[in-house]
Structure formats: C-alpha cells, structure tokens
C-alpha cells in the first residue's frame, strides 16, 4: 500500500493573525503539490484567517491545542465543535512542548485523542524521547509505552486515520536532526507497535511522520525512507524552505 505523504507546519506561538496572513500568501506557490497532503497548524487566533487565506488551494488548516470538552467554564480554552466550525482538519496532539512546558499526561492526551476522531478531527499524535532516554538507550521502551499509553480504547478503523510524529525532543528546535537512519528505526519500531496492538492493515495505514530540524537540506533524504510518510515541522515551516520541504 502507499500511503499518502504528509507535511504539517508547526507555526507555534509565531505569527500574529495579519502576519499569518502574509505568510499564506508567501508560500501560496510554494506549497503546490497534488500528491502531498500539505497542513498549516496554527496558533488559534489565526485560525480564521488562514483558513480564509487558504481557501481553494491545497492546504489543509490544523490547530495545535484544544480542550476535551465541548463547552462551558474552561477559562482560555478551546473545543473541538468550535476548531471544526472554524474549517479544521487536523489537530497536534501530545507536543512535547505541551506535554513539558503545560504538564499534559498521557491520560489527558488519550482523553483528546479519543475527542478528536469523535468530533472529526484527524489527530497528529506527537511522541519522542529525551536526550537523556536517547543516551540510555531506554528510547524504545519510552515510546513504545507513550503510543500504547495515547491511543488506549482508539480503534483500528480511527488509527488508519491517525497521524504519528516522532519527534525526538533533542532535535527540536535546536538544529540537530536525528540521521535518516535513526528516525528510520524509530518510525519502523512504531508501524510495529501499530501492527501489535492492531493488525497489519492498520499499521499499513498509520501515516508516520519525523519530526525535529526538518528543513528544506534533509527533507529529502529523511522522506526517501520506507516508514517516513511525512514531517511535522516547525521553525522551517515559517519561512520559504517550507515549499522546499513540500516538494522533496
Ligand atoms: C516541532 O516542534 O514540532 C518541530 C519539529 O520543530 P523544529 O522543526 O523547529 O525542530
């Protein structure tokens, strides 16, 4: 089977909404590709925007955080019905920013993984290790438990329609890519934990993608590799390189 290739930007706390604006516009060309489901996740106030600004062109609009409820008295926060109301397709879930930085568990991350696909949201569930857990070399066991941790109680038909990020936490944001060997056997091992918990079908489907330092340089060779289905990427999806990425 092959599967689809994917390339999602993670536009982060970046961009204001006339800023998102421009950048739509920069990359409008750039990001052509029939062949390539192409993402823009986005800070939530430019949401509407970019999703205004994408209209009728291939790029599909993702947020990058939302809340498990539907509504009501959850100060700050945001739901599934309004992100799909406001042109959403695709949701990160399990950053390691937010799992760090916001103290999101793999409880609340399988709580929104199951809200997403029931609210029809495709989920980008992110996964990775530390550099300490790389050098101990436990990195395996580490996310072999976080994927069997998020998607408990998801279903074979919903994992088909899953996106997977590994996303080593030491080559985030730093420049250091994992070689396109060493994000091979991660995103093989993960296609196997797939066809473990579910079947092979399922873990034919999966669409996994690397992410850490992807750019327009090493897109190409990582891309070319037989589990990599596409990247998440972040500082390199606001900037030109982005298309460069999108057509490697
Ligand atoms: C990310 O945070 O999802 C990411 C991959 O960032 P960067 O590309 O900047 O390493």
Not at 167 to 172: L, R
Not at 194 to 213: F, H, L, N, P
Not at 218 to 224: F, K, M, V
Request: a negative charge.
């Amino acid at each position: 089977m092959s599967r689809r290739r994917i390339i999602a930007g993670n536009w982060k706390m970046n961009k204001t909404p006339s800023e998102a604006v421009e950048l739509c516009a920069t990359l409008k060309d750039l990001v052509k590709n029939d062949d390539v489901d192409v993402v823009y996740c986005v800070p939530a106030i430019d949401i509407v925007p970019v999703a205004n600004a994408v209209k009728g062109t291939n790029v599909h609009v993702g947020a990058e955080n939302f809340y498990i409820e539907d509504k009501g008295a959850f100060t700050g926060e945001i739901s599934a019905p309004m992100l799909k109301d406001a042109g959403v397709e695709y949701i990160i879930i399990g950053h390691s920013e937010r799992r760090d930085i916001f103290g999101e568990n793999d409880i609340l991350i399988n709580q929104k993984v199951k809200k997403a696909f029931a609210s029809g949201l495709k989920p980008i569930l992110c996964c990775g290790e530390s550099l300490a857990l790389r050098k101990a070399g436990t990195y395996t066991e580490w996310i072999k438990r976080q994927i069997k941790w998020d998607l408990d109680g998801v279903s074979a038909d919903e994992v088909k329609n899953l996106v997977i990020a590994y996303e080593p936490i030491w080559a985030i944001g730093t420049g250091e890519t994992a070689t396109a060997d060493q994000a091979e056997e991660v995103c093989k091992m993960i296609r196997e934990t797939i066809a473990d918990m579910y079947d092979a079908a399922t873990a034919e489907a999966v669409r996994i993608q690397y992410g850490g330092s992807m750019n327009a340089g090493n897109a190409a060779e990582l891309l070319a590799k037989p589990d990599i289905d596409g990247g998440l990427i972040g500082g390199a999806s606001l900037k030109p390189d982005f298309g460069q990425i999108v057509n490697a």
